[in-house]
Structures are given as structure tokens and as C-alpha cells.
């Protein structure tokens, strides 16, 4: 099943902003041995289902290619943060419907990717929302997610969004708000 075009088109101008404004410093990236940018999705601790949704990154993956012409590679990479190359994947992706806990060594470790360069983009297809509020807390206690105006660039560098995020799916009412982080004024997570 493909999914709704306009949650492809969300993530396309999420990915659009990620490439135009990200500098992660990594050795030896995927992206740079390859010459083809990765995806990766983020195994997590906690009960929360990380690995919903399979299809959403090779989808986003062919329709960014289709669309810009910039190699990447279509086959999700799943990644945890103890891993030796999690460094090497300068956007994260993270999924689920549960909780989600990292160690205080994960919370250091993603603290670290997000101020150098890493972008984290957050998916809560319904349930993660409070425990994923909880993690970021401990990393950035002093800088909580906000709400992103709809003046950013994240929703107007590709696809304008002048209203903010369209609605896709109806697990909440009213209308969906996009939240994020921002470290020394760079958008570091969705």
C-alpha cells in the first residue's frame, strides 16, 4: 500500500530542509562510500513498535530521488544507537505507537549527533508522543520542542505549506502541529 501523498510530500520538504541546512561531521559516512544518501531508521528500547510502517522509507526514498535527482539509496538501514556507524547516518528516523527509553550513554550519544550536524525526524503515528517529550527532555532540559511557525523554511523550501501541516490521518482532532529542537538556531529535530 503506498502511502498518502501529502504525508510523502511532508517528509520530501522535511528531507528537502534536513539537505539544505545540515553539516554532520562524520569520517566516513554511507552516503560519502556509497555516493548515495541513506535513511536510517532508529531501533530503540522501551516497547514501542520502531519498526512500523516498513514501507515509508523506501517510498520517501524513491519519490526524493524521483524529485531531485540526488542518489540515495531506497532500502531502509536500521540502525540503534550503540552501533559503531550510528554517526554515519546524518538523518535519523524514528517511528512507533509506545514507549520509547533510552540509557543515560543512548541520551549523551544522541545529545552529541544533534549537536553536531545530526537530524532526528520523529514520526508519532499515535501514542509515542508523551514518552518521546520525556527522552528529549533529558537531553535538552533547558530547551524544550516547540512549535514550528509556518514562516520556516521546513515548510516552505520545496512544497509551500502557508497553513503549516495538511491533515493525513485522523488519530487526534484538530489541526497536527510540527514541533522540534533547535540547537544554535539549526533545526536539529522534527
Given at each position: 500500500?503506498?502511502?498518502?501523498?501529502?504525508?510523502?510530500?511532508?517528509?520530501?520538504?522535511?528531507?528537502?530542509?534536513?539537505?539544505?541546512?545540515?553539516?554532520?561531521?562524520?569520517?566516513?559516512?554511507?552516503?560519502?562510500?556509497?555516493?548515495?544518501?541513506?535513511?536510517?531508521?532508529?531501533?530503540y528500547?522501551?516497547?514501542?513498535?520502531?519498526?512500523?510502517?516498513?514501507?515509508?522509507?523506501?517510498?520517501?526514498?524513491?519519490e526524493?530521488?524521483?524529485?531531485?535527482?540526488?542518489?540515495?539509496?531506497?532500502?531502509?538501514?536500521?540502525?540503534?544507537?550503540?552501533?559503531?556507524?550510528?554517526?554515519?547516518?546524518?538523518?535519523?528516523?524514528?517511528?512507533?505507537?509506545?514507549?520509547?527509553?533510552?540509557?543515560?550513554?543512548?541520551?549523551?550519544?544522541?545529545?552529541?549527533?544533534?549537536?553536531?550536524?545530526?537530524?532526528?525526524?520523529?514520526?508519532?503515528?499515535?501514542?509515542m508522543?508523551?514518552?518521546?517529550?520525556?527522552?528529549?527532555?533529558?537531553?535538552?532540559p533547558?530547551?524544550?520542542?516547540?512549535?514550528?511557525?509556518?514562516?520556516?523554511?521546513?515548510?516552505?523550501?520545496?512544497?509551500?505549506?502557508?497553513?503549516?501541516?495538511?491533515?493525513?490521518?485522523?488519530?487526534?482532532?484538530?489541526?497536527?502541529?510540527?514541533?522540534?529542537?533547535?540547537?544554535?538556531?539549526?533545526?536539529?529535530?522534527?
Amino acid at each position: 500500500m503506498y502511502p498518502n501523498r501529502k504525508y510523502v510530500f511532508i517528509l520530501f520538504l522535511i528531507f528537502c530542509y534536513f539537505i539544505n541546512s545540515s553539516a554532520i561531521k562524520a569520517e566516513e559516512s554511507e552516503y560519502k562510500k556509497n555516493n548515495q544518501f541513506v535513511i536510517a531508521r532508529l531501533k530503540y528500547q522501551g516497547g514501542g513498535d520502531w519498526y512500523n510502517d516498513p514501507s515509508i522509507i523506501p517510498n520517501l526514498s524513491k519519490e526524493f530521488k524521483l524529485r531531485t535527482g540526488i542518489k540515495i539509496n531506497t532500502v531502509e538501514k536500521i540502525v540503534d544507537i550503540e552501533s559503531s556507524d550510528f554517526f554515519s547516518f546524518p538523518f535519523i528516523f524514528i517511528t512507533g505507537h509506545g514507549n520509547i527509553s533510552f540509557s543515560p550513554a543512548e541520551l549523551e550519544k544522541l545529545r552529541i549527533y544533534m549537536e553536531n550536524g545530526g537530524f532526528i525526524y520523529c514520526d508519532d503515528d499515535y501514542g509515542m508522543d508523551t514518552y518521546l517529550r520525556r527522552e528529549i527532555g533529558k537531553i535538552f532540559p533547558d530547551n524544550k520542542l516547540t512549535e514550528i511557525p509556518f514562516s520556516h523554511p521546513i515548510y516552505n523550501i520545496f512544497y509551500k505549506f502557508p497553513d503549516g501541516l495538511p491533515k493525513i490521518h485522523e488519530h487526534y482532532p484538530g489541526t497536527p502541529r510540527g514541533y522540534g529542537i533547535f540547537v544554535k538556531g539549526h533545526l536539529v529535530l522534527f
